[in-house]
């Protein structure tokens, strides 16, 4: 694999190289840091008097969660955040009538022990792939605040094309929608929520940490297998994350090769255009479903769950 570091490149053929396994970093961009402002400032609203970077040394982990459990889906919902990826897209050199994103997450990783799980869950080594994410998904990845080896998140490139026998199996996106979602927040101290991990044991170190600067991010494929770094820091980190797929490559079937996903179910509905913010096409998205969204859409317009409540519950 390899690192693009502000490369010239085409939007197709960076997309050809992320489904080879390829990272590419890309510096501040308006839009990007716009993004990571208005985030910035949700943070302090919501945890003020207490200082972001104080938190955990200040407020019980329970009082954390029910604020992140607030402030997680106000930045999904934000018309800003949605706009400045529109930019940001745009910055990118992405064709935003054939690029589709999905709404943009808020995670956090605090030092310790400290609240580790449900609202601000530590991701254990996974590919997006697992949790019914097309391969043709490339992941975008920015601090909020600065970050250090010890607070950001890892890379395990050496697994991109070797397969791990993991639970993927047993996970349905459509399944996860009604049942686990809602409940990120209760999941204080543990995390009882069934999610597809390795099954055998990995060699983790040396792993690839990307440091960058506030509105600067990297880009990856969704098959990569990455994880939470442990903070060992004395620092929280706060970091945005958002996905998106390409059209073309959604009707092709293209993308990066399924070496051990066996999830069912599909992302494919939540992605929005980005132009409009129309969902793909529904032939399109008839390309992925397999008959199991059928089983649990009633039980979501029943429930009344809004797929975008709760987004960082997923990986
Ligand atoms: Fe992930």
């Known amino acids: 694999m390899n690192i693009y570091v502000d490369c010239r490149i085409k939007d197709e053929a960076r997309r050809a190289e992320l489904y080879r396994g390829s990272i590419f970093l890309l510096s501040p961009s308006t839009n990007a840091l716009k993004l990571c402002q208005l985030a910035q400032e949700m943070i302090a609203d919501a945890f003020r008097p207490v200082d972001p970077m104080k938190v955990h040394e200040q407020i019980p982990p329970e009082q954390c969660a029910a604020i992140l459990s607030e402030l997680k889906p106000k930045f999904i919902h934000h018309p800003l955040s949605k706009q400045y990826i529109q930019g940001m897209l745009a910055e990118a050199g992405c064709d935003l009538s054939h690029t589709y994103f999905d709404v943009p997450r808020i995670r956090t990783a605090f030092p310790g022990d400290y609240l580790k799980s449900g609202i601000a869950y530590a991701f254990h080594p996974h590919r997006d792939t697992w949790y019914s994410a097309p391969f043709c998904q490339t992941n975008w990845w920015m601090p909020i605040y600065d970050v250090n080896r010890e607070n950001c998140m ?83 980190r706060y970091s945005i994350d958002f996905r998106t797929v390409h059209l ?68």
């Open 154 to 236: 890892a890379i395990h490139p050496h697994y991109f094309d070797r397969p791990i026998k993991n639970g993927s199996r047993h996970y349905n996106y459509h399944k996860w929608n009604v049942e686990s979602r809602l409940t990120a927040a209760q999941h204080v101290k543990s995390d009882t929520r069934v999610q597809p991990k390795p099954e055998e044991p990995l060699i983790l170190d040396p792993d690839l940490r990307l440091v960058c600067n506030v509105g600067g991010a990297y880009l990856f494929s969704a098959a990569n297998l990455h994880s939470t770094v442990p903070n060992t820091s004395v620092a929280p």
């Open 248 to 315: 073309a490559d959604v009707l092709n079937r293209s993308g990066a090769p399924n070496v051990d996903s066996e999830c069912t179910g599909t992302t494919m509905s939540d992605y929005i255009r980005g132009t409009d913010f129309s969902p793909l096409p529904a032939e399109a998205i008839a390309l992925y479903q397999d008959g199991t969204e059928l089983l649990y859409t009633k039980a979501v317009t029943r429930m009344g769950i809004d797929r975008h409540w709760s987004k960082e519950a997923e990986p």
